[in-house]
């Protein structure tokens, strides 16, 4: 029973055009949202987060949307570019029985192509 | 300022051996988790803790046990390995604010083999 699921194994953009990927969850009561992005043989570093009582974060080039009633958040790229080839995760946190905890998706594997 | 540090980065054990993966953090932080990434499976979380001297099971747990004895230091230790514990395994931090980003901090990450 995935919570965080994340449908698109791979996406293939073009440099300096969008990249959009998304991401879909099932417990309504996360309450944090987060953006992972993972080079090869390198711990997963975060680029962005948004909590669940607001419907856009923006930071730069990245952009993350909230879509509670969809129960649905995306990360919009722009201009993407080839050091952004990646993966990316997506992640979820919810306060239970005291702590923490973050479920993360099965990742999305970008490729920006110069 | 070294952040989260995970001893050994790479390791090939024999079915049956044991061994203890370390992490440490000089963040002062009170959270650690312990994940195993697989291909097609994404980050799971195997245990964590929540403070010195506590630990809990995550959704992943068997087969492995941990200890918190100290504040920066959680320790992930495999008593019989197995093939399927083949895997990249992550160890990541946080203390949670008032003006937390939810951020976890992230290990490089520990392979280890099964054979």
């Known amino acids: 029973d995935q919570q965080v699921k994340q449908n698109s194994p791979s996406l293939s953009v073009q440099e300096g055009r969008i990249s959009i990927l998304n991401c879909d969850y099932t417990n309504s009561m996360f309450d944090y949202f987060l953006w992972y992005k993972k080079y090869p043989a390198e711990g997963p570093t975060f680029l962005i987060s948004i909590s669940s009582i607001k419907d856009k974060n923006e930071d730069g080039r990245f952009t993350v949307f909230l879509n509670k009633s969809a129960k649905h958040l995306s990360l919009h790229i722009v201009p993407s570019q080839p050091g952004d080839s990646a993966v990316y995760f997506c992640a979820a946190s919810a306060s239970v029985e005291g702590t923490y905890k973050y479920i993360f998706g099965t990742g999305t594997r970008l490729k920006v192509l110069a | 300022n070294a952040g989260v540090t995970q001893t050994p980065k790479f390791r090939v054990l024999k079915t049956g051996q044991s061994m203890t993966l370390l992490c440490a953090q000089d963040?002062?932080?009170?959270?650690m988790y312990w994940y195993r990434q697989d291909p097609g499976m994404g980050l799971r979380l195997i245990h964590y803790?929540?403070?010195?001297?506590?630990?809990a099971k995550g959704e992943v747990p068997d087969g492995y046990n941990v200890s918190r004895l100290k504040k920066q230091n959680f320790l992930l230790g495999l008593e019989s390995a197995a093939p399927s514990q083949t895997s990249v395994y992550f160890c990541a931090s946080i203390s949670w604010g008032a003006k937390n980003t939810g951020e976890l901090f992230f290990g490089e990450g520990s392979r280890l083999t099964v054979l």
């Open positions: 963040m002062n932080h009170e959270y």
């Open positions: 803790s929540v403070g010195e001297g506590t630990t």
